[in-house]
């Protein structure tokens, strides 16, 4: 069963923008293999030196990742997902699907998945399709380098709320992370991942977090994995039917269905005019995905404008000046000057193709 003929697809976010979502809504399908939660399994690989097509013993490998691996036998309280799997009937169910003594870790992924599956009592013989929730562009480049032809989901939303979200709800998750540094990272990273997403040369499809829940995109996701549709792709769900109400920082419990308030624009009566021009440059390659980027500054005004803080930047400087030391608050201007820099280097790059 270990040599099961399969195509490979990938998940990878730009955000706050549904990833998680997405993969709990393909969980149970009919040709699908999922496992419950991201498990980041080529950071794991990468902590022990495992390389692409080193061969190691199956009981070592599997030894490992069961001690490390504890939110795929348990679940995980950032992402509300709880369960419990019995940990002997899981090796004894690997251990009978891969006889080898000898494993790589893209055989040890598969078996991972497929062990999942028969653990649940899924058909095996129609699942075909194995979903692999890298989250992160590095983790998914090394799902890449280990399989050929992968086909790619790539989840989005609009980058100013993506920007509200991931700044605000974190917060209010991790008040560590009310820093310049965590403010210019996630900016960043709204930036450049759709920028990585964008030049990525394998099959792909771009599901925007706002029509998730459109027919017409639950078709296109069923049609992109060649797999009939079928209603339960409306319903987010882990560990055979367990409904999924959204992770520790989603304000809204949905219980398993697509909460509305996604579509909602906090972003408009939480950013100033200064943000909002600011960002609608920055965010510019969203057009691309019909997203309304028209209220910016011209190019003289970013040049004037752009060092001053956006409005989640200034409380976090109000926040540090009251309630930290004088290295965090030096740290955090440091940080700023880089965000300044990062900016301005933007501008620049844009004006010099301009003229």
Not at 56 to 65: M, R
Not at 117 to 146: G, P, R, V
Not at 190 to 199: P, S
Not at 252 to 281: M, R, T, Y
Request: net charge positive; glycine share 2%; aromatic share 20%.
């Amino acid at each position: 069963m270990q040599q099961k003929k399969l195509n490979f697809f990938s998940i990878i976010t730009t955000g706050r923008t549904g990833s998680d979502y997405l993969e709990a809504c393909i969980n149970g399908l009919s040709t699908v293999l999922t496992i419950p939660d991201k498990i980041y399994f080529y950071k794991f690989c990468n902590k022990f030196k495992i390389n692409k097509n080193q061969k190691i013993k199956k009981k070592k490998f599997l030894k490992k990742f069961v001690k490390n691996n504890k939110n795929f036998f348990n679940g995980s309280k950032l992402e509300n997902k709880f369960y419990s799997i019995n940990k002997n009937k899981f090796i004894n169910l690997f251990n009978k699907n891969y006889k080898e003594t000898f494993i790589t870790r893209d055989q040890f992924l598969i078996n991972l998945y497929l062990s999942y599956s028969l653990y649940l009592k899924e058909n095996i013989k129609k699942k075909i399709n194995l979903i692999y929730h890298a989250h992160h562009f590095d983790e998914n480049q090394y799902f890449l380098d280990d399989f050929k032809h992968v086909k790619i989901f790539i989840t989005i939303r609009d980058p100013r709320q993506n920007l509200y979200s991931g700044i605000y709800n974190w917060r209010k998750y991790q008040k560590n992370r009310n820093t310049q540094q965590f403010n210019f990272n996630y900016l960043k990273r709204v930036i450049e991942d759709l920028n990585r997403a964008l030049k990525l040369p394998n099959k792909k499809i771009f599901i925007k977090l706002e029509e998730a829940n459109d027919i017409k995109i639950k078709k296109k996701i069923s049609n992109f994995l060649k797999n009939k549709f079928e209603k339960k792709i409306f319903y987010a769900t882990y560990f055979t039917e367990k409904k999924w109400t959204g992770d520790k920082l989603s304000t809204f419990k949905s219980k398993g269905l697509f909460n509305v308030n996604i579509k909602k624009k906090i972003w408009q009566n939480s950013f100033s005019l200064h943000d909002i021009k600011l960002l609608n440059f920055l965010f510019k390659n969203y057009k691309k995905f019909n997203y309304d980027m028209s209220n910016k500054y011209t190019i003289a005004q970013l040049f004037l404008f752009s060092w001053r803080p956006f409005s989640f930047e200034v409380s976090t400087f109000v926040y540090s000046l009251k309630n930290e030391s004088i290295l965090k608050i030096f740290k955090n201007f440091f940080w700023y000057i880089i965000r300044t820099m990062y900016i301005y280097k933007k501008i620049l790059k844009f004006f010099l193709f301009k003229i």
